[in-house]
C-alpha cells in the first residue's frame, strides 16, 4: 500500500505538470501521513539535514567552471588540437568530436554542457566534409553524454550524496567506463564514414601545425588534469577542485586568451543558480524519502519481489538495467538518481555489485536518455545546433545508443572496468 502511495503520487503528479521535485514531496508526505506515525515536520527537518552537505557546493563550481571554459576559448583550442592530430583519418572529424567530448567532459561534468561547447563548432565543420547532418548531429549528442561519466560528474556526486558513497571513489570508477563509450563509439564512426565515404582533413597537419596547436592549447590541456589530479593526489576534496576549476578558467579565459567576458560570467552564474537550485532542493526532499523508504523496508520488499521472477543475479541485473533505461527515456539523470538510487541499490548490492559500481552502471544507464525521446535533452540541444528534425537524429543514432548499451552491459559483468582503477588508489 506505502509503495502504490508514493509512486501513485508522484506519477499522477508528473502527469499534471507539477515539478518533479514538488511531486517527490508531497509523496513522501502522503506515505509519512498515511502509513506511519511520523509527525509532517520531519520532512523539512530531513531537506535542512540532507542540504547540510559540503560535498553537493561542488555542482555550482563545476557548472561555473564548465561555462568559463567553454566561453572562455579552452574548447576551441582543444578542438583545434584534436583536429591537428587525428583529423585527416577516414571519420577523422567523427573522432575529432568524440575526443573533444571525452576531454570537456574532463571538465564540465554536464552532458548538455558539453554537446553545446564541441557541437558548435563541430557539427557544422563536420557538415562542411559532407557528413549526413543528421549523424554529426546525432554523435554529438551521444559523446555529450559522456559528460556525466567521465569524471567530474554531476550526477556522480548526487548519487554520492544520495546514498552515502564516496565521491572520489565514484570519480575515479567512471574514468574507463566513460573511456570504453568513446572508444566503441569511434569504432562505429569509423565503420560508418568507411561505408558512406566521409573523408577527414584533406591533408595530415604537419609537425608545425600541430605543433603550434599544441602549444595554444596547453593550458586547456592543464585545466582537467589540475582539477582531477588535485583530487585523486590527495590535496583537494571534489569541492575544493571545482572551486580550483572556476579560479584557473575565470583566469585562462579571462586574462590570458582574453575571450571571457562579463555577460558570459553573468550567464555562468545565471546557468549554476538555475541547476543547484533545482537540483538541491530535490536532494533534500529526498534524504527524507530514504528515511520513510528504509522504515517501510521498501528497497528489501523490491528484491524480494524481483527475486519471485528468477533466481539469476544477472537476469534480475538485466531487468534493473531495463528499468533505468526506459526512466531514462523520460526523466533526467539527476532526478531518476535521486529518486531510484536508494531504491534499486541494495537490489544490486545482493546481486554481487558494489555501490560504486551500481553509481557508474545507474549513469551510464541513464545517459543513454540524454538520446531517446521524449526527454533527450542532448537531441534538442543538438537539433537546435543542426537545424535537423530531433526524430532524424534520433533514428541516426540508434547505433550508436547500442555502442553505449554494450559499454554499460560490460561494465555491470565486468567489475574490473569500472573498479580497477578504485582497488588500485586503496
Known sequence: MDFLILFGCLFGLLVLGVPIGVCLGCGTLAVMLLTTDMSAMLLAQACFTGLDSFTLLAIPFFVVAGDFMMYGGISRRLLNLFNALIGHVTGGLADVTTVACMFFAAISGSGPATVSAIGTFMIPEMENKKY????????????????????????????????????????????????????????????????????????????QEVWKAFKDSILAILSPIIILGSIYAGVCSPTEAAVTGVVYSFIIGAFVYRELKWKHIVKSMIDAALIDGSTIFMVGITTCLGRVLTLKAIPIRLCDWLATFTNSNAVILLMVAALLLIVGCFMDNISATIILAPILLPTAVKCGLTPVQFGVVMTMLLAIGFITPPYGINLFVASQLSGVPLLRIAKRAVPLMLAMLVASLFTIFIPQISMALVYLAH
Open 132 to 207: 549526413d547532418p543528421a549523424f554529426a548531429a546525432a554523435l554529438t549528442a551521444c559523446a555529450g553524454a559522456i559528460g556525466v561519466i567521465i569524471p567530474p560528474s554531476i550526477p556522480f556526486i548526487i548519487y554520492a550524496v544520495a546514498v552515502g558513497s564516496s565521491v572520489s571513489d565514484l570519480f575515479l570508477a567512471g574514468a574507463i567506463p566513460g573511456i570504453l563509450i568513446g572508444v566503441l563509439l569511434m569504432v562505429v564512426s569509423y565503420l560508418m564514414a568507411k561505408k558512406n565515404g566521409w573523408h577527414g582533413n584533406d591533408k595530415r597537419g604537419t609537425r
